[in-house]
């Protein structure tokens, strides 16, 4: 009996410590970034962009870039702005890395750029 009730109590301890670990990792939230490739114009500032697919596509769609890491022709990231998108800067072909933020009690959601990789 006493073998069965100390099972009962570490099962029990196990099935808290199993809900306290699985509200941490809800709590993280690992978001996945969708992948594009296109074609990039700057604003005077250096701090957003219009994003196009297709070069000659109609529709962009406009980002803020201010701080994503980024890395040019070589295998290094940095975390400063990158120097493919000076402003006034057109027709910079890019690999964006979107994530899209759910908006949250008065937060708004967006769609962010979380890293840029800056081609040709």
Not at 45 to 59: H, M, N, P
Not at 72 to 88: I, N, R
């Amino acid at each position: 009996m006493r073998i069965a009730i100390g099972a009962l109590i570490v099962f029990a301890i196990g099935i808290g410590a199993g809900v306290v670990l699985q509200r941490q990792l809800d709590d993280d939230q690992l978001a996945r970034p969708r992948v594009v490739e296109g074609y990039v114009f700057v604003n005077a500032s250096g701090t957003g962009i219009g994003f196009r697919e297709d070069f000659d596509a109609d529709e962009e769609e406009g980002y803020n870039i201010g701080g994503p890491p980024w890395r040019g022709g070589s295998a290094t990231w940095h975390d400063t702005g990158p120097s493919c998108l000076e402003p006034l800067v057109e027709n910079q072909r890019v690999r964006l890395g979107l994530v899209t933020v759910e908006p949250t009690e008065d937060a708004p959601g967006y769609k962010a750029v979380v890293w840029i990789q800056c081609l040709d």
